[in-house]
């Protein structure tokens, strides 16, 4: 995770940039201790972590189903089958993330920053 974290500021390199800046005004001394308190409280730091999580989760999310079975979308799903769903479908979709699903936008996590036409779904986020 941490290299893909990299690899998505260095090809955007102003969320490298900003996070350095980030860092330099809270931990001045770079040799000094790192505060879990006020690493919790950096914003882009977070927002990173956040989006790039979110666009490289190789994770599914497995369920058994109920014995009885299960109705999903018109057909019914027997007992005991095991379904799942990618959670790169859902991190990538527009109804949960907008605008622009695919893009690293980490601004998407920080409240107000894109405006009212931005979507981050946080209960889809897995």
């Excluded at 009885?68 to 993330?97: C, E, M, N």
Aim: charged letters at 15%.
């Amino acid at each position: 995770m941490l290299t893909l974290a990299f690899y998505f500021m260095l090809v955007q390199p102003k969320y490298y940039l900003e996070l350095q800046a980030e860092l330099d005004s809270v931990f001045a001394d770079r040799s000094g201790h790192l505060d879990p308190t006020a690493l919790s409280g950096l914003n882009l730091l977070n927002a990173i972590i956040n989006e790039t999580l979110r666009l490289s989760s190789p994770f599914f999310l497995p369920r058994i189903v109920p014995s009885g079975g299960f109705v999903l979308d018109g057909r019914h799903i027997p007992g005991g089958t095991t379904v799942a769903i990618a959670t790169h479908s859902l991190h990538t979709s527009p109804v949960h993330f907008s605008p622009m699903p695919q893009d690293f936008l980490p601004e998407r996590w920080i409240p107000g920053v894109l405006g009212k036409e931005c979507h981050t779904d946080k209960n889809a986020f897995m």
